[in-house]
C-alpha cells in the first residue's frame, strides 16, 4: 500500500506566504513527475506545478514566479512555496504522482493525497 501525505495548509492573510509539503509512504520502487494541483469550490482541479523526475519544473502561468516546487528524492516529497498568495488562490490543494512498488511502470498507481486546505480571505 502507497499514500501521499500532505501538510502545511492553513489561513493566510493576502500576500502572505504558505508552505505545503507531500510525502510519500509505503511499498516505493520509484516515483514519477511530482504535482501539485488544487481545486476551488465550484472549479475545475487545475495543475499548479509540477516537478519531473529529470529535474525538470513547470509552473501554470498564473503562479510563475511566485510559487516555487521543489522535491526530495531521498526523503520522498515535494514540497510547494507559496508566496504572495490571492484570494482567488483559495483552494485545497493536492499532492499527485505515479508510484511504481517494482521494477515495471505497468502497474504503476497513480496516488492523490486528501488535500492541505488553504484559505486567503478577502
Known amino acids: 500500500q502507497v499514500q501521499l501525505v500532505e501538510s502545511g495548509g492553513g489561513l493566510v492573510q493576502p500576500g502572505g506566504y504558505l508552505r505545503l509539503s507531500c510525502a510519500a509512504s509505503?511499498?516505493?520502487?520509484?516515483?514519477?513527475?511530482m504535482g501539485w494541483y488544487r481545486q476551488a469550490t465550484g472549479k475545475e482541479r487545475e495543475l499548479v506545478a509540477i516537478?519531473?523526475?529529470?529535474?525538470?519544473?513547470n509552473y501554470a502561468d498564473s503562479v510563475k514566479g511566485r510559487f516555487t516546487i521543489s522535491r526530495d528524492n531521498t526523503k520522498k516529497s515535494v514540497d510547494l512555496q507559496m508566496n504572495s498568495l490571492t484570494t482567488e488562490e483559495t483552494a485545497v490543494y493536492y499532492c499527485?504522482?505515479?508510484?511504481?512498488?517494482?521494477?515495471?511502470?505497468?502497474?504503476?498507481?497513480?496516488?492523490w493525497g486528501r488535500g492541505a486546505r488553504v484559505t486567503v480571505p478577502s
Open positions: 499527485n504522482t505515479q508510484i511504481a512498488t517494482t521494477r515495471s511502470w505497468r502497474a504503476a498507481i497513480d496516488c
Open positions: 516537478s519531473a523526475r529529470s529535474g525538470n519544473t
Open positions: 509505503g511499498s516505493i520502487f520509484s516515483i514519477n513527475d
